[in-house]
């Protein structure tokens, strides 16, 4: 019986991290923008395309799938770049809570595990300054045209051959970042904390390039020294049948 839980836990984290990588991400840009830079993993997912909606396509939970959500009012997406403002060095940081992903996962059978796409709501990312968050909106992510950033797993590597419950687990997740009309290959470093047999929770980091996704910081007297990197992260938290 233990080893049964211990696998399905294996499982659980398998398909869940794979879905809460990203998305912060999307993950995303700012004032400064955002990117993304490749790299590859093993061990696909069987990933959704998105729905035509824009939002995350549902994984419909067929009998012994267990479905995994994640809980926007207890996640943030969000990015993290460095400028030089008004002649001093600042960091911006640019969040939001309008995340939705979800996955079914059959613990005898993870092949099958169907994942939806991460969805960011892009024109929700926040900073400390309107000017910048309507710059962002309006002129670096277009939000009016491209109002969602996504995020669709492919590959997960470095997962142990066992986890059971007040494990930590450390391991890479890739797949396809989306903002505006761009789509880059990017690989999240991701750690998952098992907090039940109902419940993860953790972050997934990744640095890209704003260049990749020809994201341009517009001209603005006061700006100059806009980082090329933009960090993305993404603190989750994701529930059985929330």
Do not use: H
């Amino acid at each position: 019986m233990r080893q049964l839980k211990t696998w399905k836990f294996v499982f659980l984290i398998l398909c869940l991290s794979t879905l809460a990588a990203c998305g912060t991400s999307a993950q995303n840009a700012t004032l400064e923008g955002s990117a993304a830079t490749p790299t590859a993993a093993a061990a696909p997912t069987q990933a959704q395309p998105p729905a035509d909606s824009g939002g995350a396509t549902p994984a419909e939970a067929a009998p012994g799938m267990l479905s995994f959500v994640i809980v926007p009012g207890e996640s943030e997406a969000r990015f993290i770049i460095d400028e030089v403002l008004a002649g001093s060095p600042n960091t911006v940081v640019g969040t939001t809570q309008e995340i939705e992903g979800q996955l079914s996962v059959d613990p005898q059978d993870p092949a099958g595990a169907s994942i939806s796409t991460i969805t960011i709501g892009a024109g929700s990312l926040a900073t400390d300054n309107n000017f910048r968050n309507r710059a962002i909106s309006s002129f670096i992510l277009q939000t009016g045209d491209y109002p969602t950033i996504t995020f669709t797993p492919s590959a997960v590597a470095g997962l142990p051959a066992a986890a059971a419950v007040g494990d930590t687990l450390n391991f890479q997740v890739t797949g396809d970042l989306t903002i505006r009309d761009i789509t880059q290959a990017i690989t999240f470093d991701v750690t998952v904390n098992i907090e039940s047999e109902t419940r993860l929770s953790g972050t997934a980091k990744a640095m890209v390039n704003r260049a990749d996704f020809d994201l341009k910081i517009p001209s603005v007297a006061q700006v100059a020294n806009v980082s090329e990197q933009v960090q993305l992260e993404l603190d989750f938290v994701a529930e059985v049948g929330s």
